[in-house]
């Protein structure tokens, strides 16, 4: 079975409030790529992924005119993908949900979200102190992560869950001195939805469950400025530094190779410095006992990958369709 995580740039860009694809001339909300560019660099990648299940992060949006369901079943169906179901859990205001396009002869999946006071459901919100002022601070997802159970046709059930975790930029900030404290205060609040996240992997371990994390952490070791301030990145934390520990090799080279060569799975270019940069972002991190059936994990990078360098359709439509690439992971289920 192949599972993948895909952070699909801007993808809502590409539909209208009917769930019609755009697949025009028009501008998409990449840099000088097109809609109709975009769309078709999609639909190459995803067809080539040829993934069971993908877990979409920056899926198209959910609101009161637009639904992630309809726009992604209109995607599959244009492109012909099997993976044409769609699961959904907490919708989310940024324009940016999670979901999960799954290949229904494969896999029956459903959204369990689950909680406790120790980790509350994700779409309510978590209570810590996140300085040294004795007080509790009120944390909330900005996007949900979205809690999968996914039975496949032999009977065996995996939880997944697809995960976005974000520092907000210190906007509306003024002077160096202002834009750290919001910085830092964000950093926080990132931290603290990584501890919630971890909370909840660990009640699931507890109980047993096959599990994967899989998504965005928008953080890594060497990644961020503050990373020195607080000790641990998000990586960290939910891979887990006590007790039962997630792992993926791509979080561990990253951990290990601090002045070495590192896996990357994102490209931006910096239009101040004029430049790309490239981070690892994008991770399936495994319990024990998924770990224990030898998975096979893949970045499909389009200069990092011999296969996707060597074929010139796919290595051109990875870098149109977004500005991250996707990861997945062969295992026997």
């Given at each position: 079975?192949?599972?993948?995580?895909?952070?699909?740039?801007?993808?809502?860009?590409?539909?209208?409030d009917?769930?019609?694809l755009?697949?025009?001339g028009?501008?998409?909300?990449?840099?000088d790529?097109?809609?109709l560019?975009?769309?078709?660099?999609?639909?190459?990648v995803?067809?080539?992924?040829?993934?069971?299940?993908?877990?979409i992060?920056?899926a198209?949006?959910?609101?009161?005119?637009?639904?992630?369901?309809?726009?992604?079943?209109?995607?599959?169906?244009?492109f012909?993908?099997?993976t044409k179901?769609?699961?959904?859990?907490?919708?989310?205001?940024?324009?940016?949900?999670?979901?999960?396009?799954?290949?229904?002869?494969?896999?029956?999946?459903?959204?369990?979200?689950?909680?406790?006071?120790?980790?509350?459901?994700f779409?309510?919100?978590?209570?810590?102190?996140?300085?040294?002022?004795?007080?509790e601070?009120?944390?909330?997802?900005?996007?949900?992560?979205?809690?999968?159970?996914?039975?496949?046709?032999?009977g065996?059930?995996?939880?997944?869950?697809?995960?976005?975790?974000?520092?907000?930029?210190?906007?509306?900030?003024?002077?160096?001195?202002?834009?750290?404290?919001?910085?830092?205060?964000n950093?926080r609040?990132?931290?603290?939805?990584?501890?919630?996240l971890?909370?909840?992997?660990?009640?699931?371990?507890?109980?047993?469950?096959?599990?994967?994390?899989?998504?965005?952490?928008?953080?890594?070791?060497?990644?961020?400025?503050?990373?020195?301030?607080?000790?641990?990145?998000?990586?960290?934390i939910?891979?887990g530094?006590?007790?039962?520990?997630?792992?993926?090799?791509?979080a561990?080279?990253?951990?290990?190779?601090?002045?070495?060569?590192?896996?990357t799975?994102?490209?931006?270019?910096l239009?101040?410095?004029?430049?790309?940069?490239?981070?690892?972002?994008d991770?399936?991190?495994?319990s024990?006992?998924?770990?224990a059936?030898?998975?096979?994990?893949?970045?499909?990078?389009?200069?990092d990958?011999?296969?996707?360098?060597?074929?010139?359709?796919?290595?051109?439509?990875l870098?149109?369709a977004?500005?991250?690439?996707?990861?997945?992971?062969d295992?026997?289920?």
């Amino acid at each position: 079975m192949r599972l993948a995580t895909y952070n699909v740039e801007w993808f809502d860009s590409l539909f209208n409030d009917a769930g019609e694809l755009l697949a025009d001339g028009g501008w998409s909300s990449r840099h000088d790529i097109t809609r109709l560019q975009q769309t078709e660099a999609l639909g190459i990648v995803f067809t080539a992924l040829e993934a069971d299940a993908v877990m979409i992060i920056e899926a198209p949006d959910t609101n009161s005119r637009r639904a992630t369901t309809r726009a992604l079943l209109t995607f599959a169906k244009a492109f012909d993908l099997r993976t044409k179901e769609v699961l959904t859990g907490f919708t989310n205001d940024t324009q940016q949900e999670i979901a999960l396009l799954y290949d229904p002869a494969v896999l029956t999946c459903r959204h369990v979200p689950g909680g406790s006071e120790r980790a509350p459901r994700f779409d309510r919100e978590f209570r810590i102190d996140l300085d040294i002022d004795a007080t509790e601070d009120r944390v909330v997802f900005s996007k949900p992560p979205l809690e999968v159970e996914a039975i496949t046709a032999s009977g065996q059930v995996l939880y997944l869950i697809g995960a976005h975790l974000k520092s907000k930029a210190p906007r509306g900030a003024r002077g160096r001195d202002q834009v750290m404290r919001l910085a830092i205060a964000n950093r926080r609040k990132q931290l603290a939805q990584a501890i919630w996240l971890r909370r909840r992997v660990e009640t699931l371990l507890d109980a047993g469950e096959s599990l994967m994390v899989m998504g965005d952490l928008n953080d890594g070791p060497g990644l961020d400025e503050y990373e020195d301030l607080f000790g641990r990145s998000s990586v960290e934390i939910v891979l887990g530094d006590g007790g039962v520990p997630l792992h993926d090799p791509h979080a561990q080279a990253a951990l290990h190779a601090k002045f070495g060569p590192q896996p990357t799975t994102a490209r931006f270019y910096l239009a101040d410095q004029q430049h790309y940069m490239q981070a690892m972002l994008d991770y399936i991190m495994v319990s024990p006992d998924l770990r224990a059936r030898e998975p096979r994990w893949r970045i499909w990078h389009p200069f990092d990958d011999p296969a996707c360098w060597h074929t010139p359709e796919l290595h051109r439509a990875l870098l149109d369709a977004s500005d991250h690439f996707p990861v997945t992971i062969d295992i026997d289920l």
